[in-house]
């Protein structure tokens, strides 16, 4: 299955945002099923996505030809998102049946079905990738300059052990992973997100929820509440093993 990214490796001159990606196999079903890998953790991603993408090439037919291990480190979230439902889409079908529970009344919302091949990308320009402008700001307390960046795969591994192992530090900890640069430092850490006054904290992560750090796929779902009828919005959880369970896309499955 081709699947063409919503952003892409950007190496020199070239953009390699079109990917050939393989259905899972035994092998990647043994990941699956490997609770050192899957359980609290995300350990399935890289090999999965290493095994399953066939060829990285720019639209001129130039391919990459580093390790695709490699090839994943340095893709974003959005893309990262984008190969993985297509794995799933090129392995079960398209149909993706998921539970949802409302925020209104707590009802959980059983059979609802995605169909994976309708979900739209937004891709974002190369332009708009180069412009750094676009993602620096100046902190209106400390008048620092900030760099901000989308999040790549050790990013989501991160913030995995930041969930299960640095809760005093939780939203310092999650606000320096979208940090490239503060001032003249490049390798921003929780203790220096700490030091920012509380109006610099909060102006910053006012931005984050609106500055566009890269192209997407949108996999927020709209469903409305089988019981008190209330429209809310779900995110499907690619990243999470179940997302590759067989029966969540079983023909079997109540439409």
């Given at each position: 299955m081709k699947v063409i990214l919503p952003n892409g490796l950007l190496d020199g001159q070239d953009l390699f945002n079109i990917v050939v990606v393989d259905e899972l196999k035994g092998k990647q079903q043994n990941y699956l099923a490997n609770r050192d890998l899957v359980v609290g953790n995300i350990g399935h991603?890289?090999?999965?996505?290493?095994d399953c993408i066939q060829s990285l090439e720019s639209e001129t037919g130039v391919k990459w030809n580093g390790k695709m291990e490699d090839a994943v480190e340095k893709l974003s979230v959005g893309d990262l998102e984008t190969l993985l439902i297509a794995?799933?889409?090129?392995?079960?079908g398209e149909r993706f049946y998921f539970e949802a529970e409302c925020p209104h009344c707590q009802t959980k919302n059983k059979n609802l079905r995605v169909d994976l091949d309708?979900?739209?990308?937004?891709?974002?320009?190369?332009?708009e990738m180069l412009d750094k402008?676009?993602?620096?700001?100046?902190?209106?307390?400390?008048?620092i300059e900030i760099e901000v960046k989308p999040l790549f795969l050790k990013d989501l591994f991160e913030s995995?052990?930041?969930?299960?192992?640095?809760?005093?530090?939780?939203?310092t900890s999650v606000i320096a992973?979208?940090?490239?640069?503060?001032?003249?430092?490049?390798?921003?850490?929780?203790?220096d997100v700490e030091e920012?006054?509380?109006?610099?904290?909060?102006?910053?992560?006012?931005?984050?929820?609106?500055?566009?750090?890269e192209g997407t796929i949108d996999s927020d779902i709209q469903i409305d509440c089988s019981n008190c009828g209330k429209e809310?919005?779900?995110?499907?959880?690619?990243?999470?093993?179940?997302?590759?369970?067989?029966?969540?896309?079983?023909t079997n499955t109540p439409t």
């Amino acid at each position: 299955m081709k699947v063409i990214l919503p952003n892409g490796l950007l190496d020199g001159q070239d953009l390699f945002n079109i990917v050939v990606v393989d259905e899972l196999k035994g092998k990647q079903q043994n990941y699956l099923a490997n609770r050192d890998l899957v359980v609290g953790n995300i350990g399935h991603l890289p090999k999965i996505l290493s095994d399953c993408i066939q060829s990285l090439e720019s639209e001129t037919g130039v391919k990459w030809n580093g390790k695709m291990e490699d090839a994943v480190e340095k893709l974003s979230v959005g893309d990262l998102e984008t190969l993985l439902i297509a794995i799933r889409h090129n392995t079960y079908g398209e149909r993706f049946y998921f539970e949802a529970e409302c925020p209104h009344c707590q009802t959980k919302n059983k059979n609802l079905r995605v169909d994976l091949d309708k979900l739209e990308t937004k891709p974002m320009p190369v332009a708009e990738m180069l412009d750094k402008s676009r993602l620096t700001l100046i902190l209106p307390k400390s008048k620092i300059e900030i760099e901000v960046k989308p999040l790549f795969l050790k990013d989501l591994f991160e913030s995995i052990k930041i969930v299960k192992n640095k809760q005093d530090e939780l939203v310092t900890s999650v606000i320096a992973l979208s940090i490239r640069r503060m001032g003249d430092k490049m390798k921003v850490t929780a203790k220096d997100v700490e030091e920012l006054p509380a109006m610099d904290l909060l102006f910053l992560k006012d931005k984050l929820e609106v500055i566009r750090l890269e192209g997407t796929i949108d996999s927020d779902i709209q469903i409305d509440c089988s019981n008190c009828g209330k429209e809310f919005s779900s995110k499907l959880d690619v990243f999470s093993s179940d997302f590759f369970d067989p029966s969540k896309g079983s023909t079997n499955t109540p439409t």
